[in-house]
């Protein structure tokens, strides 16, 4: 099957769980798991959480866009935002590595994504934002029991 | 799905049952709320029952991550309890096992810190 769908919102914190159960919803048609609903709404979790609170720095005037795509069983999912961009995307990779310790983060926003994904593509520039993409392809047993 | 935090002092014991989703927009609340009870005094140790948590992200681990370095400041443990799977992943993926105990019921819990419940 194929379908898309992309939304705005605001760089407000309340709009998290909004981003989690948007996608969730729009990837109910694959069938997928109780662990790969788990893997997408937490790796929306943390991306969403990211523009908000290093893109933008808290600022809710700020906008973040969340687009899907779904072909055949891949599901790509895009989170963009139009913040102050990530000086060192290596140095942000690393686990346990976080701009804003003073935050109490825990620094495994990235590492969690590329676990639970089966690829992740970030580009920033600085003063212009982050676009992060992930992918991850459903019903992989299933295939390869049908071959 | 908002998050629900229920706390309760038992002897030197604090327990805290998290119902809901624990992600960057509640951890706030749960970092003050939590730290208000640990500043309070009386308390050494804290068990946290993850049973009817349904949903947590890293934001979660920084609280968890955050509270335990006060416990152990206080010469406490920290343990979570009836932990479900989806979270489970996301403790295993930090490390946070290896510092933080875990036992499959409250009663469990508490014992291993010797309240009788």
């Known amino acids: 099957m194929n379908n898309h769908m992309k939304v705005e919102m605001a ?18 048609p694959l069938d997928p798991t109780m662990d790969e609903l788990t893997e997408i709404k937490t790796v ?9 609170i290093h893109g933008y720095e808290d600022d809710d005037d700020g906008v973040v866009v969340l687009a899907c795509s779904i072909s055949n069983d891949d599901v790509t999912i895009m989170i963009q935002d139009y913040g ?3 000086d060192n995307v ?9 701009s804003k310790p003073e935050l109490e983060r825990s620094g495994m926003g990235f590492t969690i994504m590329e676990n639970f994904m089966d690829q992740i593509d970030i580009h920033s520039s600085a003063g212009a934002g982050t676009t992060v993409t992930l992918v991850k392809r459903f019903n992989q047993n299933q295939q390869q029991i049908a071959k | 799905m908002s998050l629900v935090s229920h706390f309760e002092q ?7 049952r998290l119902v809901g989703e624990l992600d960057h ?5 749960l970092k003050v709320d939590w730290e208000h009870y640990l500043n309070a005094g009386g308390i050494q140790h804290v068990i946290v029952n993850l ?38 992943r996301l403790f295993e993926l930090s490390g946070l096992f290896k510092v933080i105990q ?14 009788a419940s």
């Open chain 1, 11 to 28: 760089a407000k914190s309340e709009n998290e769980s909004f981003a989690r159960v948007v996608v969730a919803s729009f990837i109910s």
């Open chain 1, 44 to 52: 929306i979790s943390e991306a969403v959480t990211n523009a908000i």
């Open chain 1, 84 to 86: 102050r961009g990530i």
């Open chain 1, 90 to 98: 290596q140095e942000a990779m690393e686990p346990m590595y976080t």
């Open chain 2, 10 to 16: 038992k002897e030197h014991v604090l327990l805290i």
């Open chain 2, 25 to 29: 927009h509640e951890a706030g609340t």
């Open chain 2, 51 to 88: 049973e009817d948590l349904t949903f947590m992200d890293s934001s979660g681990l920084g609280v968890f991550l955050g509270r335990y370095k006060q416990v152990k400041a206080l010469g406490g443990e920290m343990v979570v309890c009836a932990i479900q799977k989806p979270v489970k």
């Open chain 2, 102 to 115: 875990t036992e499959a019921t409250e009663i469990d819990a508490l014992s291993r810190l010797g309240v």
